[in-house]
């Protein structure tokens, strides 16, 4: 069982280009999301999805989508990256959106250039 | 929205006991939580409160006083494999979670 993967592991880009980050997870969860993970500011949600067809904004959405078509995918798109996209970005889960433990992925190391 | 603080860094001796704090402002209550993250890994999950009063699980305990707004993490007979950051979350009534910057703890022989 794998859990939550994530690709690719990590990333340069070139600012102005598109870039998709994905996440996958096997356990059938229905709560997905979305944090990038910054030195001195922590996790911050960028989006999230409390069931399949659904998605929400969370604090730091800007420059962001998500989609849900299915429960097992969830994958983040940086339309056009900026330096400031420059971060780790983890994916979660939960089994629901008010359990209390979220399953968090390897991340994916992105550089925007 | 929520603001969380908690202590940049803490150093501890191998076999010590650890406390962490943490102190939150929130619009809307739902939960604390604690988190462990070794470097350049994935956070996973320690511990849950939602009501005032101390959680016990093993080594690790958590307590949560809503009136104060407060939290701490207590770590008993420290480890070296305890060094990692610990980061304290606030969820709220949206079961959004909000992360504080994290605490480094190294523990030391």
């Known amino acids: 069982i794998a859990g939550i993967t994530q690709a690719p592991t990590s990333q340069i880009l070139a600012a102005g280009r598109r870039m998709t980050l994905r996440c996958t997870q096997d356990m059938r969860h229905n709560a997905m999301y979305w944090y990038r993970q910054d030195l001195g500011l922590g996790l911050r949600l960028i989006h999230y999805s409390n069931t399949a067809g659904t998605t929400g904004k969370g604090e730091v959405p800007d420059g962001y989508s998500v989609s849900r078509a299915n429960t097992d995918d969830f994958p983040l798109t940086l339309a056009s990256a900026v330096p400031s996209q420059t971060s780790v970005y983890f994916c979660?889960?939960?089994?629901?959106?008010?359990?209390?433990?979220?399953?968090f992925g390897p991340g994916t190391r992105l550089t925007v250039t | 929205g929520q603001n969380i603080d908690q202590p940049t860094e803490m150093t501890a001796t191998e076999g010590a006991i650890v406390q962490i704090n943490c102190t939150y402002q929130?619009?809307?209550?739902?939960?604390l939580f604690w988190y462990q993250q070794h470097a350049g890994e994935a956070p996973t999950f320690l511990s849950y409160?939602?009501?005032?009063g101390l959680e016990e699980k093993g080594r690790f305990s958590s307590f949560l006083s809503r009136s104060k707004g407060y939290s701490y993490l207590l770590l008993k007979e420290l480890q070296m494999k305890d060094s990692a950051s610990y980061l304290c979350a606030v969820r709220d009534s949206d079961y959004k979670l909000s992360f504080g910057a994290g605490t480094t703890v190294t523990v030391r022989a």
């Open positions: 929130t619009s809307g209550f739902n939960g």
């Open positions: 409160n939602v009501l005032d």
């Open positions: 979660a889960s939960s089994e629901w959106a008010d359990s209390y433990e979220q399953y």
